[in-house]
């Protein structure tokens, strides 16, 4: 008779990493690509972000640019956000409609930054469905499989 519950001897199990993690190579050249015009911040992104785009084949010398301006408008964001939590993101204006509530000017640029970061996180592949877009996969067709109805 078996024994059921939970498998106490893991000694034949081998364990599997849950993400594929970049190389030194991979390092390296993210590294020889990086700008030197970065900001600390901006730089901290590339480097974060550089050797798994290497290894992905979606940073190249063709694509630096780009790339570096998403680190630029990563940081641009969190910055943005952060003065806006620590102040207020709106402000009421008196008139003769009464009192309205405005949204703070940063938040309009806050926005703007906001669409260029997803639009950039789609060309490099950086959500999930945008990584399968890259990679051919599609979701499917509501209609998959009734062609020979």
Not at 95 to 115: F, I, M, T, Y
């Given at each position: 008779m078996s024994k059921t519950g939970p498998k106490t001897d893991l000694t034949n199990v081998e364990a599997l990493p849950l993400h594929d993690e970049p190389q030194a190579a991979h390092v390296a050249?993210?590294?020889?690509?990086?700008?030197?015009?970065l900001c600390p911040q901006s730089r901290g992104y590339w480097d974060r972000l550089g050797p798994h785009l290497v290894m992905a084949g979606r940073l190249r010398p063709l694509f630096v640019d780009a790339f570096s301006e998403y680190c630029r408008i990563s940081t641009r964001l969190v910055n943005a956000r952060k003065i806006l939590d620590e102040g207020e993101w709106t402000y009421?204006?008196?008139?003769?409609?009464?009192?309205?509530?405005?949204?703070?000017?940063?938040?309009?640029?806050?926005?703007?930054?906001?669409?260029k970061w997803k639009s950039l996180t789609g060309d490099f592949?950086?959500?999930?469905?945008?990584?399968?877009?890259?990679?051919?996969?599609?979701?499917g067709d509501l209609f998959d499989g009734f062609e020979d109805l």
């Open positions: 050249k993210s590294d020889a690509l990086r700008p030197d015009d009421v204006v008196k008139g003769r409609n009464g009192e309205q509530r405005k949204s703070h000017p940063s938040v309009a640029q806050l926005n703007d930054d906001w669409r592949g950086l959500t999930p469905y945008a990584e399968r877009t890259l990679k051919g996969e599609s979701q």
